[in-house]
Each structure stands twice: as C-alpha cells, then as structure tokens.
C-alpha cells in the first residue's frame, strides 16, 4: 500500500511538471546566446534517461539532500561541477535528454549516463546505460528535432553552436566498471595498460571529432582522477598505502595520452578549441593534504553505502504517510506551487546540514544514513564527491590565479573565444 501510494504522488507530481510546461510553452520562447552540453558518466549525470535500467542508479535520499526534489538523480548531495558551470556562466542548468520537450527554455541538456564509457560494453554488467558514442547520438538527436526549427538560419544555428560550451567527462567507468573487473570482462587480459589507454583515446577522439562535424567548437574535457583513492577501489584491492597506486598509474597514462589527442585535434579542426580540465593531481592533493582545503574525512563516504557492490549510497526506508496527513501537510494557497516549483525542482535552495552524530566501527568507517558535515567529507559515496569538492574544482576552473587547472584557458575565456 505505501508502494502504491508514493507511486501516486509521483505521477501527480510528473502531471503537474508537464502541465506547467505547457504554460511555458504559451509565452514568447527566448533563444539564448550560447548552450551548456554535457556528456560523460556519473560523475556529471543529472537525472534519469529513457529505459536507464543500470544498477548505478540514484534517485533517492540521500542524494541531492541539497536540492530538494530534482538533485536526487544526481550522485552528489548538491550541484555537479556542469551545473556550477552553467550558473556561473548565468545559465540554466542543463536539463536531461528526456526533458527538453518539458522545459522549451532550457540552455543546455545532459546526456550523461551512470556506469557509461567510452567502449560500449563498459558497465553492461550493471545494466543498460548509454556510452559516448550513444550520447552523441542523443545530441544529434536534440539538434535536429529541437535547435534546427528554433533556429531555421543555418548561419545563425551554427553561431550558436560554436558559442556554447560541451563538457565531457568521461573514462573513469572504462576502468572501474570494465577494466579493474576481470571476472565480467576481458580487457585486461586483451591490453597492457598503455594499450588500453590508446584504445580509449582513439575511440573518444573520434567522437570528440564527430561533435565538431556537428557544430561543436568549444569543449571541455575533463581528465580522469586518481582512480585508485575511491573508497570503491580502497575497498576491494585493499592497498597498502593511502591509494591503490595501480590504478592511479592507469588514470596517469590515460591523461597523457588525452592531452596529446587533444592538442592533435586542436592543430586538425579549424575554429576548435579545446580546454583540459586536470584535475587528477588537484583531487589527489586533496586527499593527501585535506586540511588545506577545508575538509577532513578522505577515507569514507558521507553517506552509508550498499553492498551489492555499486558503492552508492543506501536508500532509506520509506515511511507510509497517510492521505490525511498529507492533506494536512499541503500548503493552504494553491499557488505555492507554481510559485516554487522552479526553484525547488532546479535544486536552488541549499537547507543547512542535519547535525546527525554516527557512531564509528571499529576500523573507523561511519555508521548511519548520513554525515553529519558534508562540508567536511570528500567522497559522498564510494565513488563520487561531495558537492563541496565540486565547488573547488569549478572555483580552479574559472580562476587560475588561486592555482587554475583549466589549460590552456580557464572557462571565463573558452566562453569569450571568439
């Protein structure tokens, strides 16, 4: 019965969001001046796609405890470095594929999908999830049904396009849910390391290629991180020493081989440019010198985590509330919600943390549903951050002053490109 009834809730509350769209759609539509698209994995992945039926799936507290009701689809307790990105830059934050028709007004959307790689085969064991070359297909998608009638002058779709901004982040599945998983795949019996790494940056560098021939010009790609200070990683090679260091090595040959690529590619496609996000050995630092950034805990996770091997957090049972205890939780003026439903669903109010004291085990890993400072925690779950690290990686991004690790241009300037 409480299934039954939380189901109900959701699909009024799907109900109401398209209605309100459609008296979106009524007024005069403006078209922005440039786009914020988003490809990759998890790590940048805002909300559900169509048929995503991977076990890498959130969607649920704690996620987005931030956020209110839309930031639970993403796999932090707050905004992802994209969405920084996009407020930053005085944009909206990117919607979902699945949600363009909703939102006509968007200025950007996210194809990003949870457990995706490069390599289509990477993170199948989990489910169905859709890779780079998927995603660019989503895109393709969105330009030919949605920007090409909004914009009917080729010149000024194109003007668009090259104005915008496409953030990739995306390799870390290849490795740990491909890779470092023998027992559901083969890659690393196939490749070396080294050649490993090649495979991937061909293949992306392709895709990166495929976007340019469909409008794209600026892009930021994201390197991958030190792999091997996940608590996920920490947990199943059990290292000696703070990270697995066989793991970071292949995040290392990865980065180097992209950076090539991209300085390739940047010689190759006249009016590209492309800006490299390194934050490998930022994130590292953090973890080795967590102090000098405001934080403590780099070990465990904010959130209490599965076990069915994900690494996500833990979904909280739900509690049955009765109708008549909702009636009487429903706000009295029948405008509240139309009224608060932007902010609420984009994830603009940020409540203070719950002080919730967890007790430890006897190897110092937290009990409990949720740390009681996010701000203080690196990882939120076992294999993402915590919106706070986020925000150092977007703050480096946009001032390379305070140690910039966005080359060769912080993202102020890829967004003045001309």
């Not at 007024?27 to 001046?33: G, I, V």
């Not at 909703?102 to 990003?112: D, E, I, K, Q, S």
């Not at 091997?228 to 000696?240: E, S, V, W």
Request: hydrophobic content about 35%; charged content about 25%; glycine content about 6%.
């Amino acid at each position: 019965m409480a299934r039954t009834f939380f189901l109900l809730v959701n699909v009024l509350l799907c109900v109401y969001h398209i209605c309100l769209s459609k008296t979106c759609r009524a007024e005069e539509e403006e078209k922005p001046s440039r786009y914020l698209f988003v490809f990759g994995d998890s790590i940048v992945d805002s909300g559900p796609k169509k048929e995503h039926e991977t076990g890498m799936r959130a969607g649920h507290s704690p996620y987005g405890i931030e956020c209110q009701w839309y930031g639970k689809f993403r796999f932090t307790n707050g905004w992802t470095v994209p969405d920084m990105i996009a407020l930053k830059l005085n944009l909206t934050v990117p919607v979902s594929s699945v949600e363009v028709e909703l939102f006509p007004r968007y200025n950007g959307v996210n194809y990003a999908s949870a457990s995706a790689g490069i390599l289509p085969e990477t993170g199948s064991a989990l489910g169905t999830n859709y890779c780079m070359e998927e995603q660019v297909g989503f895109f393709k998608e969105t330009l030919e049904k949605f920007l090409r009638p909004k914009f009917p002058s080729p010149v000024e779709l194109s003007k668009r396009l090259s104005d915008s901004i496409f953030v990739i982040n995306i390799g870390s599945s290849d490795y740990i849910f491909n890779y470092l998983q023998p027992s559901d795949y083969n890659s690393s019996r196939q490749y070396n390391g080294d050649a490993f790494a090649e495979l991937l940056i061909r293949k992306l560098g392709n895709h990166l290629e495929d976007l340019y021939n469909l409008g794209a010009r600026k892009m930021l790609i994201f390197e991958i991180g030190p792999l091997g200070c996940l608590p996920y990683i920490i947990n199943k090679f059990n290292p000696r020493d703070r990270c697995f260091e066989d793991a970071n090595k292949l995040a290392s040959i990865f980065n180097e081989k992209l950076e090539t690529k991209l300085k390739e590619l940047s010689g190759k496609l006249k009016g590209s440019t492309f800006v490299t996000a390194k934050t490998f050995h930022l994130i590292k630092d953090i973890v080795e010198n967590p102090f000098d950034y405001g934080l403590q805990e780099t070990r465990w996770p904010c959130c209490a985590t599965q076990e069915n091997g994900t690494g996500l957090c833990k979904e909280p049972k739900i509690h049955y509330v009765s109708p008549e205890m909702m009636a009487k939780l429903r706000p009295a003026d029948p405008s509240y919600y139309e009224k608060q439903f932007r902010k609420d669903y984009f994830c603009t109010r940020s409540p203070p943390p719950p002080k919730v004291t967890r007790p430890r085990t006897s190897i110092g890993k937290p009990e409990g549903d949720v740390c009681e400072d996010r701000e203080a925690f690196v990882f939120w779950d076992e294999l993402h951050l915590t919106t706070a690290v986020n925000r150092i990686i977007m703050d480096k991004c946009f001032h390379p002053a305070s140690g910039g690790i966005c080359s060769p241009y912080d993202i102020y300037q890829l967004a003045n490109q001309r």
